[in-house]
């Protein structure tokens, strides 16, 4: 019951406005070779535009914008807060090449083949209907265009979580009660490898590739339209 309530707060977008911030700063440090490895593994052309939904702060965008300058990026996440956090920082890295603004996994606000790649890290175990999200990834997607999608692993070894765990400087939160929320309320709660090649499989997707890198235990599934 208890963890229920702190799982449905987990995916709330009140908490996302309240406590995105405390998410932020810890987030990059812990996962920065993910993004690499997203951006270094889609192809895209010139003059093409990619989504990142529930952006956060926005380093997926950013780290996207970096690696495709003659793209144009844009970020979506339903959080208010969150859009202005990734602005701010958009702003004070002075990236032209990448926008954002407000955006609801579940009704994605674009038109059907609008963009070259969609990709979404860490946001889809927050979603009401993952399934429903993945068809509107799709939708959005052009006909040929990648979707990446990063998530949590929910399988991930004590090992692994320990590894990971060691990356966070969150000195003000209690190590057992970090390892607790981690094991049950992110990772536990999460989807495996298998669950989100099945959603892909589900919404329609073809070429559906199942890629890890060592440091972070996030699984990626990456599929073709
Ligand atoms: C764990 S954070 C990941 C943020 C970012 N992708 C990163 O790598 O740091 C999850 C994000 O998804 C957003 N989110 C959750 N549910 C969403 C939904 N239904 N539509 C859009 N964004 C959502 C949250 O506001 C939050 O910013």
């Known amino acids: 019951m208890f963890k229920k309530l702190l799982v449905k707060a987990r995916d709330a977008r009140w908490l996302w406005d309240m ?28 003059d093409s535009q990619i989504l990142d939904i529930g952006t956060g702060r926005g380093y997926m965008a950013l780290q996207l914008a970096a690696h495709f300058p003659m793209t144009s990026v844009v970020g979506i996440d339903f959080s208010p807060m969150q859009i202005r956090a ?34 979404s890290v860490g946001s889809i175990k927050h979603w009401p209907d993952p399934q429903k999200g993945v068809s509107e990834m799709r939708r959005v997607l052009a006909p040929g265009g990648w979707a990446v999608i990063s998530e949590t692993d929910k399988e991930v070894s004590d090992e692994a979580l320990r590894r990971f765990m060691a990356r966070f400087k969150a000195w003000y939160l209690w190590n057992l009660l970090l390892s607790w929320g981690l094991r049950h309320i992110i990772f536990g709660e999460s989807y495996s490898q298998q669950e989100i090649v099945a959603f892909f499989k589900a919404a329609g997707f073809k070429n559906i590739q199942m890629q890890n890198i060592g440091t972070c235990p996030y ?7």
């Open 19 to 46: 406590f995105g911030p405390i998410y932020n700063r810890q987030i990059y440090n812990a996962i920065f070779e993910l993004y690499d490895h997203i951006s270094l593994n889609i192809d895209v052309d010139t």
């Open 86 to 119: 990734a602005e701010r920082l958009r702003k004070k890295m002075d990236v032209g090449n990448c926008r954002y603004q407000r955006g609801n996994a579940m009704e994605i606000p674009f038109i059907e083949d609008h963009f070259a790649a969609v990709v």
């Open 219 to 225: 699984v990626i599934v990456k599929a073709q339209k």
